[in-house]
């Protein structure tokens, strides 16, 4: 047992540190190896803009910002809402400018607690009928309702182009960070946003810019499954060779400011991680580093790092000051006293979220009998995929 913990231990001095470093190294890495940073372009107006909206017309919180975008704004819904919710959301679209989809082959997304569903397949059903039947734009921007930016829509789809991408992950920056909370997850934002210069694939569902035609080749083969669905049509992407970039496009957006909020945000995350590294362990082909260590360090080294922490004694002061001494390094420049908590944040996460992440990956793909397998491969026939079929 004790020659397990110094395994860990060692590993622990070789992993974490080049980890951080590489990740915040990130810009300055790609800059190097590509030679260039990406091209502004010439803003493009040839956009429309999803937004999925349900349950509530309280979560969409960005009209303000979204107006001055009229009618490019599509504002995307099921056929489950109350008679109210129609109502609240025509007066919205009329007084903006704005148009409704309202997808009739999809359901509500709602959960049995009345809030919108942690899983299910509605947001991307609604994404995926917006794009094979109403959207006609050269481009599309996805968005969530409580997403803003500083910088106009036109820049980021001239950004695109010039790049000559067709899809591409964008920098998300946490709008409220006046708690303990809110300043441990911008560390955590920030280290997730760079790490995205090396793996630009890992798009974000709070908003990606992509061509519509490849954005629709996207989710014709989408599993539906939601938690990982971002990630996800960012891999299909890359499988279908698709050119994917990162945008340096700050969005702002909102996270979670109660501890019960961001648990039930993270465990849903965490079992869209254990679907992503565990269940499609077929990428590890594409994508070896990334799933190696998601589905090998984090997950099935969670054993090991339990030991390690039974244990105790200088293994683990070890760790935790070697974590600590890296983190501080890296976020010195943006440091905040918060940032003492960040080693204490992470290791929750990877003891306690990681292992509930399993059990949690396995009640949503039973309760929407989606195993959230993803078809990377080619069809070998090239008609057209039923865009209503399910995964």
């Known amino acids: 047992m004790t020659q397990v913990a110094w395994w860990v231990v060692v590993l622990s001095f070789l992993v974490i540190p080049v980890v951080w470093v590489l990740i915040d190294r990130a810009p300055a890495l790609v800059a190097g190896f590509t030679g260039r940073k990406p091209s502004a372009g010439s803003p493009n107006e040839d956009f429309e803009i999803l ?37 609240d959301l025509a007066g919205i679209a009329e007084k903006n400018g704005f148009r409704i989809y309202r997808a009739e082959a999809v ?37 969530d309702a409580d997403s803003v930016t500083e910088r106009p829509f ?35 934002y920030r280290s997730a946003m760079k790490l995205r210069h090396i793996a630009p694939w890992q798009v974000s569902g709070a ?42 496009f700050a969005v702002s957006t909102a996270v ?30 594409r994508h070896p580093v990334f799933w190696i260590y998601g589905a090998i360090v984090t997950t099935l080294g969670l054993p090991l790092r339990w030991v390690t922490l039974a244990t105790g004694g200088w293994a ?8 600590f001494v890296a983190t501080v390094c ?33 009640r949503m793909a039973v309760a929407d009998r989606n195993a959230g397998f993803i078809r990377a491969r080619r069809s070998r026939s090239s008609r057209k995929l039923n865009p209503l079929a399910t995964a």
């Open 207 to 248: 908003c990606h810019v992509a061509r519509a035609e490849a954005h629709r080749a996207v989710m014709r083969r989408h599993s539906l499954f939601f938690q990982g669905n971002d990630v996800e049509a960012g891999l299909l992407a890359k499988a279908l060779g698709y050119r994917i970039g990162h945008l340096p």
């Open 330 to 362: 890296v976020h010195w420049r943006v440091r905040t006293p918060w940032l003492l908590l960040l080693p204490l944040y992470s290791l929750f996460n990877s003891l306690v979220m990681t292992p509930l992440g399993a059990i949690w990956y396995v």
């Open 51 to 87: 937004v999925p909206i349900y349950g509530s017309v309280s979560y969409l919180e960005n009209v303000d910002y979204l107006r001055q975008y009229g009618a490019k704004v599509l504002l995307c819904t099921t056929n489950g809402e109350t008679a109210a919710f129609y109502r």
């Open 107 to 143: 359901a509500g997304g709602i959960g049995s607690d009345g809030r919108r569903a942690t899983s299910g397949a509605a947001r991307d059903m609604l994404v995926r009928e917006a794009l094979e039947h109403v959207v006609r734009a050269a481009y599309v921007v996805c968005i």
């Open 316 to 323: 683990l002061l070890v760790i935790f000051g070697l974590h």
């Open 154 to 188: 036109g820049e980021l789809v001239g950004m695109l182009a010039a790049n000559g991408y067709d899809f591409a992950s964008v920098p998300l920056v946490p709008s409220n960070t006046g708690t303990a909370l809110g300043q441990l997850q911008a560390y955590e």
């Open 256 to 285: 979670p400011d109660t501890v019960k909020s961001w648990y039930r945000q993270r465990l849903a995350w965490s079992g869209g991680e254990f679907r992503l590294f565990v269940m499609n362990l077929h990428l590890l082909v």
